[in-house]
């Protein structure tokens, strides 16, 4: 769909993102959220025009990627038509219009919307259709965005690839043989096909930086309490959060500022950013101390490719370009302490809401996780708590010198589909997550926020793949990440870079 020489006139002169000039542009999928919000607001592109490309797109690109599990044109039109009505509204009575206006906006299938399937990519919940939306849904149905479907997870999210047994694997669209990464992979496909220009995503243990960049995208989770997870969930051990996958930083910000909503009862708190998160995105961040580490965490013997290195080496010598002070930062606690991950892992693994009966269509790693989660006692799972939080003071007196720091987000370009899952042994399976993943998940354990940015590209078996580096903060720091992160993305933009066969 392209657009009429009117609405091309409309824009001329104005300016995404970093420069990037709108004029430029003559596809919807190539705008940012924000740039469609800003077209949407001025009517030189109505909801449903835009929601009519994102499900044409859908529609020719989701056969051989699996970003979607349910597809939900008739609520997204619905959406669409709200929208239009609320923009109306607000011109009559010139009130303000909601921030994302007419935005497409996926829902990964771990969060409920009300009437629709919620499988959380398990055949163990085939048939259940959600009572109610998640807080987290209604916040983004508030803000104006268009619900296109539910986005494909492994089963309950547990491992960082998303090949479920009730759907299609979700694949890179960089290139299809390989995992778009989990377990928010279906709606990180989604984004780098450019199906939607957001979608929503979670993280408890890497969830949204490891698809983040296995597809070539910005992926970051907040600071435990920062994203709710009221009104109907639950921190539990907290090691998971709410968030999104984006193109560029200004619209992960801007997604930051509408999901950043406390709910009655919230456990974890934390006061508001200076004026907003996408006000981060122009502030010079000052000069900062930035400590690397590309030696592994959670697994010492995880073999890390030279394309991730280099692509840490790389960052690191422009952080030193843009005045920063960088230098090796030390491991922040001996490997053996992430046995406190493993035990929370697998306990957490027994609150997805599986009868009894049910148990024997979950798959083998689930069914395994679960029954080393019923071997764990109470006094075990006490002492894990206890341990994660001696743990995060051990890494914040380690680290305390540095303002960031800068790993690879993964220690490989994305697997092939299948090579990381193994149903005849799923030790053997979470092991080769863990060495996939060995810095991620320190993230969770300590709460602090990271994102993953696509700074770096590698060449691997002949093709072109995104290699992410991940940018970790302190308690509460996401306007520093999101203020270093712009100024990474000025000076090395990634917004032009699009997968091959995906029609940009």
Known sequence: MRYTSASIRGMQCRRGGHGRRVDQVTQIH????????????????????????????????????????????????????????????????????????????????????????????????????APADDGVVTLLRDAGTLMLGKT???EFGLPPY???DIAPPARTPWDPSRTAGGSSGGAAAAVAAGIAPVAHASDGGGSIRIPASACGLVGLKPTRGRISPGPYGTDGAGLASNGVLTRDIRDTAALLDVLARPWAG???????????????????????????LTTPVIDADAPVDDACVAAVARTAALLEELGHDVEEAPVPFPAERWASFDVL??????????????????????????????????VDYASAISLVQS??????????PYDVVV???????????????DDDDPAADFAAQMAFTPWTSVWNLTGWPAVSLPLEEAEVDGVRLPVGVMLGGRQGG???????????????????RHPPDTEW
Do not use: Y
Not at 270 to 275: D, E
Not at 345 to 362: C, F, M, N
């Open 30 to 129: 190539e705008f940012s959220a924000l740039e469609l919000a800003d077209l949407v607001r001025r009517r030189e592109l109505s909801p449903t025009e835009v929601v009519e490309h994102a499900l044409a797109r859908l529609d020719r690109l989701d056969a051989r990627l699996g970003a979607f599990v349910t597809v939900t044109p008739e609520l997204a039109r619905a959406h669409a038509a709200e929208v239009e009505q609320a923009l109306t509204d607000a011109a009559d009575d010139d009130a303000p219009t909601p921030p994302l206006a007419g935005v497409p906006c996926p829902i990964k299938d771990l969060a409920m919307v009300a009437g629709v399937p919620f499988r959380a990519g398990s055949a163990a919940l085939e048939g259940t259709i």
């Open 152 to 154: 494909n997870t492994p």
């Open 391 to 400: 743990t995060t003071r051990e890494s914040a007196a380690t680290w305390a």
């Open 345 to 378: 892992w697998s306990v957490l693994s027994l609150t997805a809401p599986v009868e009894a009966e049910a148990e024997r269509l979950l798959v083998p790693l689930t069914r395994w996780l679960r029954e080393k989660g019923r071997s764990v006692s109470g």
């Open 162 to 164: 998303t090949e479920p």
């Open 478 to 496: 996401e306007e520093t990440l999101l203020a270093l992160s712009s100024q990474l993305e000025q000076a090395r933009p990634w917004r032009d």
């Open 266 to 292: 919230d456990v974890f708190t934390l006061p508001g950013p200076r004026t907003t998160f996408l006000d981060a995105c122009g502030r010079d961040p000052g000069r900062l101390r930035v400590g690397v």
């Open 407 to 421: 790993t690879p987000t993964l220690a490989r370009p994305p697997a092939r589909v299948g090579e990381l899952r």
